[in-house]
């Protein structure tokens, strides 16, 4: 799906009506239900025709994937997704940066552990990166603009 | 963070009674039951007793449930079966016109997709920054519509900058919804 159409349909669910229900309304679910005493569908015939038979369908849903997350600050936004080292490889760490400015310079990524910088990459604003690296326990990534202050995403292990 | 794990934890513990875990599951999922019923165009009396009737059918179906990350989309077929024949038996006794009663879109159809996603943005938008969070409020969910000059005022940017915000937004909300999907 290219990403107008991604915007297109994520604008449509954003204009869905959505509401919670009253608090009446929540009340009559609030406890289990006792299913002997609660008015069944119409027939056990005519409630397959309502019910679904069974709850699949996985094939619909993508695998569950690392955490992302985005962290906000005073002039831009990291998107960060940590993913661990499958055997030998390496800790993958992808992301995009958005800053605020529409027109911006480009950005220094600064990949650190303690004292150390592993890895220094430069990306566009918005544009996504993908950083491999032997990490330790502790490290952070560094995100330079310009001369602004930089920002500082810390991670740990798996997450950041 | 919702995750389908924690819905399988839920659904286990919902099988063997827990009261706890009942309560959890239908406060994760009652906006997506009751929006669902809601965009059929129910009345709110009517959608009132879908909701109620779906959480029924959901606790006889407990046992049913092979994948518990379907779970949101069971919902919303049911709601929907569940509200047309609602709406047919209010039909029904008003002018006796017999009408076929069964949601004929038992695939996945766009207002599914778009309820399901729905639903993972209500869990992906509190993870959003301040400025996106605050953005997107103004663009999508209020009523009525706020101007782009005043939504430019409230963000701090100029009103020709409102497009591309928008744009960015988006896709930190979509990247954070692929990860719930």
Known sequence: ???????????????????????????????????????????????????????????????????L???????????????PPAGQELWRIQGRVWIHDVESAPLRLVLCQGDHVLDVREVSDGEPFELQETLGERWSLEVHVEDRPPLIVEGSGGHA | MVSAT????????????DEDAWRTLTARYENLVYSTALNTGLDRESCGDVHQQVWLELYRSLHRIEEPRALPRWLIVTTRR????????????????????????????????????????????????????????????????????????RIGVAVGSIGSLRARCLEQLRLLMEESG
């Open chain 2, 6 to 17: 924690d819905d399988a934890a839920l659904i286990a513990a919902c099988r063997d009674r």
């Open chain 2, 82 to 153: 569940l509200c047309y024949r609602q709406a047919a038996k209010h039909r029904r006794l008003v002018d006796e016109v017999e009408v076929d009663l069964v949601d004929p879109t038992p695939r996945a159809d766009d207002t599914i997709l778009a309820l399901e996603r729905r639903q993972r943005l209500s869990e992906a938008l509190p993870r959003l920054g301040r400025r996106c969070r605050e953005l997107l409020d103004l663009l999508f969910l209020r009523e009525p519509k706020v101007p782009y000059r005043q939504v430019a005022r």
């Open chain 1, 1 to 67: 799906m290219s990403d107008s159409h991604e915007h297109e349909a994520l604008g449509r669910a954003l204009g869905l009506r959505w509401e919670a229900p009253p608090s009446s309304v929540r009340h009559r679910v609030a406890k289990l239900p006792d299913v002997e005493s609660a008015p069944a569908l119409d027939s056990p015939e005519t409630a397959e025709r309502w019910v679904p038979e069974d709850v699949r369908g996985a094939d619909l849903l993508a695998p569950a994937t690392p955490s």
């Open chain 1, 69 to 83: 997350r985005v962290h906000s600050f005073s002039y831009a936004d990291v998107a960060l997704r940590v993913l």
